[in-house]
């Protein structure tokens, strides 16, 4: 059963445009929701992450929105550029106990010049 | 600063050999260890967690074990290789009761 489910699988924006990618889950126990970028070939690295406690987050370009109610959260990429195409993961974990992390299936971001 | 290696890289092996893909961490102590595996399409997939030396837990039962015979080394081995097997193998670690998961470079293993 995926415990985050993750949409678009694939999203296509023109340069300067803003790419929205969107993650659902259900167990309302997760507390940290961290979102992950990867390039070809390389491993992922974390982007940025929000606690359930607050509904926004921003760091430079990037932003999480977060809905508790809804259970759902987004990633915004404001002015998009060439150099932001890669695949996204959104991700979800109960407790820091173990750290255990639940992983959408990806978004793969292409921004045209 | 905190490092995390993984080798080989990339590695072909025909069906029904073994394998041992390593990973190791710099610059910390008693780090929580992760194994996934990455295939095309479905995300990442936990395979092996530990919170310290000889403790392991696997999430999903399948051909693969592991390993964590020092405090920063973590092992993912095979005795014998499925096709299934094929995919990109990611290593991870973090700091105790910390948030962040800082992943490793992978390793790419074709299994023919």
């Known amino acids: 059963q995926q415990q985050v489910k993750q949409s678009p699988q694939s999203l296509i924006v023109q340069k300067g445009g803003i790419s929205i990618i969107n993650c659902a889950y259900e167990?309302?126990?997760?507390?940290?929701f961290p979102w992950y970028q990867q390039f070809p070939g390389k491993g992922p690295a974390l982007l940025i992450a929000?606690?359930?406690?607050?509904s926004e987050k921003k760091e430079g370009r990037f932003t999480i929105s977060f809905n508790k109610s809804a259970k759902q959260f987004s990633l915004h990429i404001m002015d998009s550029q060439p150099g932001d195409s890669a695949t996204y993961f959104c991700?979800?974990?109960?407790?820091?106990?173990?750290?255990?992390?639940?992983f959408g299936r990806g978004t793969q971001l292409t921004v045209w010049p | 600063s905190q490092t995390i290696h993984q080798w080989p890289a990339t590695l072909v092996q025909p069906v029904g050999s073994p394998l041992s893909l390593e990973c190791t961490v710099e610059?910390?102590?008693?780090?929580?260890l992760y194994w996934y595996r990455q295939a095309a399409g479905r995300g990442l997939q936990l395979l092996f967690y530990?919170?310290?030396?000889?403790?392991i837990s696997s999430e999903v039962p399948q051909n693969l074990s592991a390993s964590r015979p020092q405090d920063r080394q973590f092992i993912l081995s095979s005795k014998k290789l499925l096709l299934s097997d094929s995919g990109f193998y990611l290593c991870?670690?973090?700091?105790?009761?910390?948030?962040?998961?800082?992943f490793g470079p992978g390793t790419r293993l074709t299994v023919l």
């Open positions: 991870a670690w973090r700091k105790a009761q910390t948030d962040t998961q800082y």
């Open positions: 167990n309302t126990a997760f507390d940290y």
């Open positions: 929000i606690r359930p406690d607050v």
């Open positions: 991700a979800a974990r109960r407790g820091s106990t173990l750290g255990r992390l639940y």
């Open positions: 610059g910390t102590s008693n780090p929580n």
């Open positions: 530990s919170v310290g030396i000889g403790q």
